[in-house]
């Protein structure tokens, strides 16, 4: 990062956040009254900066406000907490339907073979493209901070993990030492969600993120955030890789909640 840039940074950071803001912080997103002082600070001049950089544009006749604004960006910089951050550095445009969206799909069946549908979506992530979301979805998860479904955390996870090159699950990680680690017990998981679906099995973890191992870091990080003492009882070595990650332990304030 350059040095015109962190100073730019530094500076919108050191303005007021506007009470209107914190207005609905205080009011749409449950997690941001978990947080100690410190961390809802530090909070606060992250969004200050994704608002800064980022562009929302309304789509499907939805006119773009504050409030959705700063709903989504705050849910967005939750995962930037207490880690050295570019702010995802590839993205530039967060598209925001008033409903689920429809999406082109296509699968291949085999070779020549690809069959191609449409399909409601919550949310997509691309990379090096936009973040593209379903308001009326980004609302009801940020507001229920239990039951482990989060669409801005998802997609934004999905941005994360597209930092290192392509999407496959294993985002950067601060030491390259760490990815032996992580390989091993996300793999481990993975295949476990995989054979649990399978045979039919209830499962803590949603099976969704059985579709690929992109999907599985995804549909973990909204577990890790929304139910982090289920996930931390029921899989231990999964919650230690994503709390080294986000340099976070969600189990922990969830204690006093």
Known sequence: MGLLKHRHRKRIKSRPFPAAWLEILEKNVGYYGLLPPDDQAEL????????????????G???????????IAAEACVLLLHRDTNYYPTL?????????????RRK???????VEGE???????????PVVLSWDDVRRTSGDIHDGRNVVFHEFAHQ???????????????RRSMYVAWARVLGEEYAQLLDDVGHHRPTDIDAYGGTSPAE??????????ERPLVLREKHPALYQQLATFYRQDPAELRKED
């Open 92 to 104: 530039r445009t967060v598209l925001v339907y008033p409903h689920s969206f429809v999406s082109v």
């Open 216 to 225: 599985f870091f995804a549909v973990v990080t909204e577990e890790f955030f």
């Open 160 to 174: 994360l993990d597209g930092e290192s090159g392509s999407n496959e699950g294993a985002p950067n990680l601060p």
């Open 119 to 129: 399909e409601a979506r919550r949310g997509e992530s691309w990379r090096r493209g």
């Open 108 to 114: 291949r069946l085999g070779p020549g073979a690809v």
């Open 44 to 59: 606060r001049g992250h969004i200050a900066v994704f608002l800064d950089e980022k562009r929302f544009e309304g789509c």
């Open 61 to 71: 006749g939805l006119e773009m406000t504050d409030e959705i604004r700063v709903t």
